[in-house]
Nanobody
Framework: QVQLVESGGGLVQAGGSLRLSCASSGSIGSIKTMGWYRQTPGKQRELVAIVTSGGSTNYADSVKGRFTVSRDNAKKTVFLQMNSLKPEDTAVYYC?????????WGQGTQVTVSS
């Protein structure tokens, strides 16, 4: 059974930084894509950033230049470094992984940016 466990969320002032981590466990071979989505009440879950096993990345326009996604393939872990945070970045952040053509999600971690 695949599990994704996030950590690193919290409360931060605007302009501050946070680093999210997501560790995967279970019977896992190689993970094609890992990354992060976020969701606010009443809105659809949206892409934040993803990274492939080869290192290619894709970012939402709203976070380009501020957020950096990275992964440790050996440890099957993905990270999200968030700098210059804005109040509009407030959301529940979900870890995502595509494993053997199936999508998996973490339980979510709250990020709150105060103005």
């Amino acid at each position: 059974q695949v599990q994704l466990v996030e950590s690193g969320g919290g409360l931060v002032q605007a302009g501050g930084s946070l680093r999210l981590s997501c560790a995967s466990s279970g019977s896992i071979g190689s993970i094609k894509t890992m990354g992060w989505y976020r969701q606010t009440p009443g809105k659809q879950r949206e892409l934040v950033a993803i990274v492939t096993s080869g290192g290619s990345t894709n970012y939402a326009d709203s976070v380009k230049g501020r957020f950096t996604v990275s992964r440790d393939n050996a440890k099957k872990t993905v990270f999200l470094q968030m700098n210059s945070l804005k109040p509009e970045d407030t959301a529940v952040y979900y870890c995502y992984a595509n494993i053997r053509y199936s999508d998996y999600w973490g339980q979510g971690t709250q990020v709150t940016v105060s103005s």
